[in-house]
């Protein structure tokens, strides 16, 4: 499972970023789509996860930027999406895509990564 993100870049404080994370491969099932960062010298944290619908499909947020931020996905096309808004200096960070997929029926349920995206909030 591959899983490129896009969206990343710099912004002033208080604007607004959308993060794309796209899923391809060999794909059988993904249940969890989420979002992490990590900024200089601190923890990889959670930002937002998104179970599927066949899970509930509730989203879930750091309480960081509940408020702020909107996650969604678009099963079909095996996309999660991050609104973020409101940004501030403190959302600066690398954005890493998440997924807990499988890739058959034979497979067990794994972790997958993509490459991140940094985001940069700065006037």
């Known amino acids: 499972v591959q899983l490129q993100a896009s969206g990343g870049g710099l912004v002033q404080p208080g604007g607004s970023l959308r993060l794309s994370c796209a899923a391809s491969?060999?794909?059988?099932?993904?249940?969890?789509l989420g979002w992490y960062r990590q900024a200089p010298g601190k923890q990889r944290e959670l930002v937002a996860r998104?179970?599927?619908?066949?899970?509930?499909?509730?989203?879930n947020y750091a309480d960081s930027v509940k408020g702020r931020f909107i996650i969604s996905r678009d099963n079909d096309k095996n996309t999660v999406f991050l609104q973020m808004n409101s940004l501030q200096s403190d959302d600066t960070a690398v954005y890493y895509c998440?997924?807990?997929?499988?890739?058959?029926?034979?497979?067990?349920?794994?972790?997958?990564w993509g490459q991140g995206t940094q985001v940069t909030v700065s006037s």
């Open positions: 998104i179970t599927d619908i066949t899970s509930g499909g509730s989203p």
């Open positions: 491969g060999s794909i059988f099932s993904i249940n969890v």
């Open positions: 998440y997924a807990w997929a499988r890739q058959s029926i034979l497979r067990p349920w794994s972790d997958w």
